[in-house]
């Protein structure tokens, strides 16, 4: 079956801009979880849902940064007035349900680039 | 803190020799424990996972990783490289609140 989809798969965008990056679950996963991977460095986690509501997101890095899964399935990823330092790497991953024990598919990623 | 420490950033080893890759974590409960891979421009892909039990636990293309608490480590062991084992490797430990907390990486180069 498809795995976990993120578009765009590149992003070049300039400083001050906005941008949207998107993300596919795998069909049926309840919840999506957003990590952020810098160069050099292991994914941390941004932000995570449990159906539509964000159960956690204690690891966006300040205000600029939204997500948003407005019908449980498909996340929009949103990041406001674009800082040279937001550029990484976003991961997607989803699993079945929430809870330690499960075990999350991770997408291949959107690399974005600010100038 | 939880946190998780991979001590070495790159590992070169030839096609064939054995390979360890080092992982050591902090966490103040009973640890789930994960080792991801990543190739370029792929996914991260999970390769074991240890939760309780045996703490020998097999996963996919043939790597094993062992649980010693007393150690705090969760090594990533495979008798015999191949060139397509070319890749990052991940270390992670999963938190009470469902996060997954990695560590740096390790890139693993084989030598033919």
């Known amino acids: 079956g498809a795995g976990v989809s993120q578009t765009p798969s590149n992003k070049v965008t300039e400083k001050g801009k906005y941008v949207e990056l998107r993300c596919d679950p795998i069909s049926g996963h309840t919840a999506l979880y957003w990590y952020r991977q810098s160069l050099g460095q292991g994914p941390e986690f941004l932000i995570y849902?449990?159906?539509?509501?964000?159960?956690?997101d204690s690891g966006l890095p300040n205000d600029r940064f939204f997500a948003v899964r407005p019908e449980g399935s498909v996340s929009t990823l949103k990041i406001q007035r674009t800082e040279r330092g937001d550029s990484a790497v976003y991961l997607c991953?989803?699993?079945?349900?929430?809870?330690?024990?499960?075990?999350?598919?991770f997408g291949p990623g959107t690399r974005l680039t600010v100038l | 803190a939880q946190s998780v420490t991979q001590p070495d950033i790159h590992i070169t080893v030839s096609e064939g020799a054995s390979l360890e890759l080092r992982c050591n974590y902090s966490?103040?409960?009973?640890?789930?424990l994960f080792w991801y891979v990543q190739s370029p421009g792929q996914g991260l892909q999970l390769l074991l996972k240890?939760?309780?039990?045996?703490?020998l636990v097999q996963g996919i293309k043939g790597f094993e990783a062992e649980f010693k608490r007393s150690q705090s480590s969760f090594n990533l062991r495979k008798p015999s490289v191949h060139w397509s084992d070319a890749a990052e490797y991940f270390c992670?430990?999963?938190?009470?609140?469902?996060?997954?907390?990695f560590g740096k990486g390790t890139r693993l180069h084989i030598l033919p």
């Open positions: 849902f449990q159906g539509t509501g964000a159960a956690d």
């Open positions: 992670a430990v999963g938190a009470r609140d469902d996060k997954i907390i």
């Open positions: 240890y939760f309780s039990g045996d703490t």
């Open positions: 966490y103040g409960a009973t640890p789930y």
């Open positions: 991953a989803s699993s079945l349900t929430s809870g330690r024990g499960n075990e999350q598919f």
